[in-house]
């Protein structure tokens, strides 16, 4: 039988009671006397055959004589006791032969919830069978509440783990869905203003806007009944309400609802009101970040170069890929331009990921660019970024290489700050070059730049560390790889770009930023 059937909270109208007496007179007051005080009653004359109708039907209690001709009434309760397939049914024993303590005894440890002994008054047995039933009803109700509380922490657990606003509302679809067990429909707008419904097992959500109807939601929760013509997202019972949980947790953010039959709820319908109240936490969680990660990706954006200088004997690409949309933003940057004729060009990463970090690198950004234009070389720009790090952001940190380079002669002047060695590419060999530093933002002193020259058809590739990083490989492996994918240089050298992201990142939603900028001398 379903949760509903065996837990009283479907309106079945009166309690059906199987009567089971092989006596004609005795089974026919028994029935008479349960049917005027509004019970519905079903007869069977045998242990055998009582076992067997109430596999057919829904019966709410059994009277049950002690002394019938193919078994005792002992047996039969016990096998409805012990039996699953009866599920959670009271039994009462009635009988005129077996009337001595140790009868009676037997009787209620074999499982029976009552024993009366003949001659039975009426009243006396209509108490004892609406005592019986209050109290399985109120237990069904209480072991339903505590199932259904189970599985609301599943659910909890579910919807708070789901990476998108969709998944996290078709979690929280499937959960109700486990919960109450009939049709259900949870509804949450995204930070767009796109209203979206999660129903079905399994659960699928699309585009559906809950009706305007004149139920104010202030910040907390309220749960209303509605007619299921008012929520056609799900197809309802006939007849049936539907109780709606909306719940809020800020003024300015619209309600989250949650909804399910009517007739399966609890007084004071506690499981769905917590369960609305889980989804709204977790949606105005989703929310949140994806505002933060919006905001973070349009500012990173806007501080990216629009368009590359154009530099006489330099062809220039780069590449930038933000990270998926489920994963914090980073702080990668990088930065070319022309200064007194030579070519500045800066990579960089914040520690971090979250839309301080990209703050942060927006500022060291313009604090490299400021210091540059003074026309310090290039260890001593970091010397100075690292200066206002440590006085304006004493608690980030980032990595950082820097060089200049002579467009005519290819001489190179570079220095880094703990970043990721520059790879150079020169007669179809790729090599590492080996520049150090300690980190920005840290009290250390800095290492000497490192001088070379990039001769004519040279290249020279810089990338952050989400170019060559995975959390499951060394970072050397990813080191391998790189130099392995680079020593071949397309003649266009954004498609060579091209393939070091699509060969290195690979398929699927990418775990970090990942900038890359190469160089190329071609004269």
């Known amino acids: 039988m379903s949760d509903l059937v065996r837990s009283g909270l479907q309106n079945r109208g009166p309690a059906t009671v199987l009567v089971v007496d092989d006596s004609a007179t005795k089974r026919y007051l028994l029935v008479s006397w349960l049917t005027r005080a509004g019970f519905t009653v079903i007869e069977a004359e045998t242990g055998g055959a009582a076992l067997t109708k109430l596999l057919d039907t829904e019966a ?58 003949e001659p039975i008054e009426p009243e006396e047995l209509i108490a004892t069978a609406q005592a019986v039933l209050r109290y399985y009803r109120a237990r069904r109700r209480a072991e339903l509440l505590a199932e259904r509380m189970v599985r609301l922490a599943e659910a909890t657990l579910a919807i708070n783990s789901a990476p998108t606003l969709p998944t996290l509302l078709e979690a929280a679809a499937e959960g109700a869905h486990a919960i109450f067990g009939g049709p259900v429909a949870v509804v949450a707008e995204t930070s767009e203003g796109e209203s979206l419904a999660a129903t079905g097992t399994p659960a699928k959500v699309r585009p559906w806007a809950v009706p305007a109807l004149d139920h104010p939601v202030a910040v907390g929760s309220l749960v209303r009944t509605d007619e299921a013509a008012d929520w056609n997202v799900a197809e309802w019972p006939e007849g049936e309400t539907v109780a709606v949980a909306a719940a809020r947790l800020r003024a300015d953010r619209p309600p989250v609802y949650v909804a399910a039959p009517g007739s399966s709820q609890n007084p004071g319908f506690p499981v769905l009101r917590q369960l609305s109240q889980a989804v709204a936490a977790a949606v105005e969680a989703q929310r949140s970040f994806d505002e933060e990660h919006r905001i973070a990706v349009t500012l990173q954006r806007s501080l990216l170069q629009s368009e590359l200088p154009r530099v006489p004997g330099v062809e220039l690409a780069v590449r930038y890929e933000p990270a998926g949309a489920q994963t914090e933003v980073g702080g990668d940057f990088y930065e070319l331009t022309v200064l007194g004729g030579e070519l500045l060009v800066a990579i960089g990463d914040v520690a971090g990921h979250s839309l301080h970090a990209a703050t942060v690198m927006a500022e060291l950004r313009h604090a490299v660019r ?97 170019l060559i990083e995975r959390r499951d490989a060394d970072i050397d492996v990813g080191l391998q790889a790189l130099a392995a994918i680079a020593s071949e240089v397309e003649p266009d050298l954004d498609a060579f770009c091209s393939r070091l992201l699509s060969r290195l990142a690979g398929p699927g939603e990418q775990a970090d930023d990942i900038a890359v900028v190469a160089l190329r001398r071609t004269a």
């Open 60 to 117: 709410d209690l059994v009277v049950l004589d002690v002394k019938l001709p193919d078994m005792s009434g002992f047996e039969v309760c016990e096998r409805i006791k012990t039996d699953q397939r009866y599920g959670v049914l009271p039994v009462i024993h009635v009988s005129a032969h077996a009337v001595d303590v140790n009868d009676r005894t037997q009787g209620l440890n074999r499982g029976a919830d009552a024993y009366l002994v």
């Open 370 to 466: 400021a210091y540059a234009v003074e026309g310090h070389p290039p260890g001593a720009v970091l010397e100075l970024v690292n200066r206002f790090m440590r006085t304006v952001l004493p608690h980030d940190s980032a990595t950082l290489c820097l060089l200049t380079m002579d467009p005519a002669t290819g001489r190179i002047r570079m220095a880094s700050a703990g970043h990721l060695p520059p790879l150079v590419h020169v007669n179809g060999e790729a090599t590492f070059l080996s520049p150090r530093g300690p980190l920005l933002g840290i009290d250390a002193p800095r290492r000497a730049e490192l001088e070379l020259t990039l001769p004519p058809g040279g290249t020279l590739v810089l990338y952050t560390d989400g």
